[in-house]
């Protein structure tokens, strides 16, 4: 097939993209595995364990995350700095040596599994730390592939055109880059260990991330509808100050419990609920700017198709404004201020707001760079919608929504049973484990699951399948 992108940096850009969503579907393969086995523990029993296929399935959606955002970045530098990327040749040899490792570490997750509980399964196996996992070994290949990826993003940026979306990206991965060292080491005291884990898994995710996204969104914008890049760019600023400060103070929320001073109750429960606000201020502000000089607002009449370059992608920027203010505000504010988090913390209530919120606030907007690099590669002026890419996008953001609807029943049910009435016990724990509300939401999880499945070969189908499609063109 062929490659109509000029640059380098843009065709390297198409590999990650690729690698991103493979991850992608071995991350819902997973889910799908361990929610069946939540509901029938005996299935593939020491051959394939719970605990493995929920290892898999949650690094999974951290790496490819990671895969599509450093693609992105690849994607849209050279447009943005208007020439190649700096380094290119490295950073092709960076993928490759991350590619490789990233399926090292699969096959000793779902071969080896387990180790010997020394300093040889912290290098070798995994570290066994929720959502950063990785054998030592491997994080340090992570950093090593970050810092190439950060060395290309400013060596571009200075000798090319410094936007404001790229000067923002330069900060913002000192940051991802750094923030991610806090879980590679170790402290006897489980509640400092605790702490420095949380600087990994909230304040790496949930705000370097959440800045990487407006990054995105403001190229995205700019590219689909030609939106003003001073309105983006003023709510980009707007999103680093609210997001690197809220987000340092939000991630209290994670304090109430591991022996920090009562004044993180009232911070963490604050903050954490502003992160996602600039983000759908910012798309808000946009499209009603677009609407308005495109005369829909007037009631012209004016096609909003001869507008817009690329109809699948603004469907998922759109998902993700709203999917983000749901998943990461809503959704994480109503179980994180501290006098109700007493009882939802640990249950499916975090299940919940982590599957909408993972899925909002990235996972959309990531979706959206998939098909800008599609058309891009295919020579595509205008991307129309198709029947597949709107299979896709209802079957997975109304599998997603059904998930997290059936796991919040799920954890209401843990809330009232297993905390409110029966005090938290093991025996609670079990009999809560039983309750009809739990095991049928639990039920529905893996219904929507394999619904979001389905949505995800829609998806793979559409992008594969672009440049033969006439009616992508016009």
């Known amino acids: 097939m062929e490659n109509n992108l000029k640059f380098e940096s843009q065709k390297l850009a198409i590999n990650y993209f690729t690698v991103a969503a493979i991850l992608f579907g071995a991350q819902l393969l997973m889910g799908l595995i361990a929610a069946f086995q939540f509901l029938y523990p005996s299935f593939l029993f020491e051959i394939f364990d719970f605990s493995v296929a929920r290892m898999v399935h949650i690094n999974a ?5 990671l895969y599509a955002m450093i693609g992105s970045v690849y994607y849209l530098l050279p447009e943005e700095t208007g020439i190649e990327t700096v380094g290119i040749a490295i950073g092709k040899l960076a993928f490759w040596i991350l590619t490789a490792a990233v399926t090292v570490v699969v096959l000793v997750y779902i071969i ?15 570290e066994g730390r929720e959502y950063i996992e990785a054998p030592r070994w491997a994080d340090i ?20 055109r410094q936007t404001g979306i790229v000067t923002v990206l330069m900060a913002d991965v000192l940051a991802l880059a ?32 959440e800045v990487f996204v ?16 001073e309105v983006v760019e003023m709510w980009l600023w707007i999103e680093v100050a609210m997001l690197f400060g809220s987000g340092i103070l ?37 499209v009603y700017d677009w609407g308005k000089e495109t005369g829909i607002h007037e009631g012209q009449g004016t096609s909003t198709e001869k507008m817009m370059t690329n109809s ?12 983000n203010f749901l998943g990461a505000g809503v959704w994480g504010f109503f179980h994180t201020l501290p006098q109700v988090n007493i009882y939802t913390h640990g249950t499916q209530f975090t299940s919940a707001h982590g599957h909408l ?3 909002g606030a990235y996972a959309t907007i990531l979706i959206g760079m998939f098909y800008l690099g599609v058309q891009g590669k295919n020579g595509i002026k205008v991307m129309k919608a198709t029947f597949d890419s709107k299979m896709a996008i209802f079957l997975i953001t109304f599998g997603v929504l059904g998930m997290t609807v059936s796991l919040t029943i799920a954890g209401y049910g843990q809330v009232l049973v297993e905390r409110a009435q029966m005090g938290a016990t093991w025996e609670a724990f079990f009999v809560s484990q039983d309750m009809v509300w739990f095991v049928q939401g639990l039920g529905w999880r893996l219904a929507t699951g394999v619904m979001t499945f389905i949505g995800f070969v829609y998806l793979i189908k559409d992008l594969l399948s672009t440049s033969k499609n006439a009616r992508h063109l016009r």
């Open 112 to 126: 080896v599994q387990i180790g010997p509980a020394t300093e040889s399964t912290i290098w070798f196996i995994n």
């Open 178 to 209: 750094g923030l991610y060292l806090a879980g590679m080491f170790f402290t006897d005291n489980i509640s400092m260990d605790q702490y420095w884990w949380w600087w990994v898994i909230h304040l790496w995710v949930e705000a370097t991330w």
């Open 312 to 323: 699948p992608a603004f469907a998922w920027f759109v998902t993700n404004a709203f999917g």
């Open 141 to 160: 290949g992570i950093v090593v592939v970050v810092l190439v990826f950060v060395f290309n993003l400013f060596a571009t940026a200075m000798k090319g």
């Open 61 to 65: 959606l951290v790496v490819w995350m």
């Open 357 to 359: 919120a993972f899925f």
């Open 214 to 229: 407006g990054c995105l969104l403001s190229y995205g914008l700019i590219k689909i509808i030609g939106a003003r890049r």
């Open 250 to 286: 939000g991630m209290g929320h994670h304090y109430f419990w591991i022996g920090t001073p009562e004044y993180w109750w009232e911070i963490g429960a604050l903050f954490s609920a502003l992160e996602p606000v600039p983000l759908i201020a910012m798309f808000v502000h946009v």
